[in-house]
């Protein structure tokens, strides 16, 4: 039984390893569990107990690519290069892969540059590039229903996606985020909490030392353009600078559209999803050495990788002083390793499950709600601000330019 239900998981090929009518049932009885309206301005969503969660996976559709999004910083750059200016847009702003010929015997120093790097500011922009994504592709995207123009019932980043999914794992991070729905469509946006703002002003050095090695090695594996030279040892890393991709995907009976920054292109010619890879780094000399079973780290990269169709993996392996050694290639199925103490349907079955509850709680159009999350908490939080009240404000995302073209 136990091998069945493992080879199960393991299946990737249809995105739908089980029936409509098993997974919608297993949904129903997880809302009845795990749901609570307490009034109409505040709800609770538990996470824990997270066997709860433990069912067969949600039903997930295959994950399709309508759009790439690439960083408005690197357009306004490629606009005053008159050389580059048409492969830019022949390539839609897509970075692509560039290895070196030999993948082992490296010296790649991941800690040059770091005292000039500037760490990116999350949320600092929210979803304006999305919203300016639709309106730029309305006619492609949109239904004809003034109601409901739109046929997603959420648009937010993958980012959010994730965070919320592996709470279960990750019982000391706090996270927020607002929803808004508006002409039928639910737009979440990420809040930067305190801690948070915390870390990322005062981080420690580990911290800062590990986010920059990740952002240096993209560096010396990826160019602008295919057959180019990789970026090399002066670069040093701009995560304001990468491109985008925008999907649309379901759960559940829920409809997504979210964009997702991608790494790389490992093919000249970008025609699917799959076509697209992450690049990582870790510890070690092999790919034995990458811990699946214990490591939640790579429960993240497994997320990350699934909600947009990605199978390939390149991890850097490094020593503890920032080199890397050599290149290997990770299968985002080997991520899976049969003793993991992690269980990736938990976190797709909160995930529904949240969305679920979103739906039944946040009702009024154009208002804001906020999910919250505290660390070590149990439950997340649903709130219903005042619209006169300062935390209403504060959160509220919609731009009127967006509202007057949808």
Known sequence: MNNRRNNQFRHRENFSPYSRQKNNE?????????????????????????????????????????????????????????????????????????????????????????????????????????LKWIISNKEKISQNNKMKPLSFDFVCWRGLLTTMSVSPY?????????????????????????????????????????????????????????????????????????????????????????????????????????????????????????NFDRNQKFLKWWIQSYLVGIKLIKVGLRNDDGIIKKIIDCKVDDLLAPKRWWKENICLNLMAEILNSIKIFCTEENCVYIATRDASSNSIRISKPRRDSEEFSKNYFLRNWFKEKI
């Open 26 to 130: 297993s949904i129903r009885n997880q809302n009845r569990r795990n749901f609570i309206q307490f009034n109409e301005s505040n709800a609770l969503v538990y996470i824990h107990p997270s066997s709860n969660y433990n069912n067969p996976y949600p039903e997930i559709g295959q994950p399709i690519e309508i759009g790439i999004l690439p960083s408005e910083k690197r357009v306004l750059e490629m606009q005053q290069n008159e050389d580059k200016k048409l492969d830019f847009e022949k390539t839609r702003g897509i970075k692509f892969l560039a290895l070196p010929g030999n993948c082992e015997n490296l010296c790649f120093d991941l800690k040059l540059g770091l005292e000039r790097f500037v760490p990116h500011i999350p949320h600092q922009n929210g979803i304006d590039p999305l």
């Open 170 to 290: 990750e019982k000391f991070k706090d996270w927020m985020f607002s929803v808004i729905l508006y002409k039928g469509t639910y737009y979440m946006c990420e809040i930067e909490t305190d801690s948070q703002k915390e870390e990322r002003i005062h981080p420690d050095e580990k911290t800062k030392s590990f986010t920059y090695w990740g952002h240096k090695f993209e560096t010396y594996i990826t160019s602008d353009f295919p057959g180019e030279n990789a970026y090399g040892i002066d670069e040093v890393p701009d995560p304001d600078s990468n491109f985008s991709t925008i999907v649309s995907n379901s759960i559940g009976s829920h409809k997504l559209m979210y964009g997702a920054e991608i790494d790389c292109c490992f093919t000249n010619d970008h025609k699917e999803l799959a076509d697209y890879c992450e690049i990582k780094s870790s510890r070690g000399d092999s790919l034995s050495d990458l």
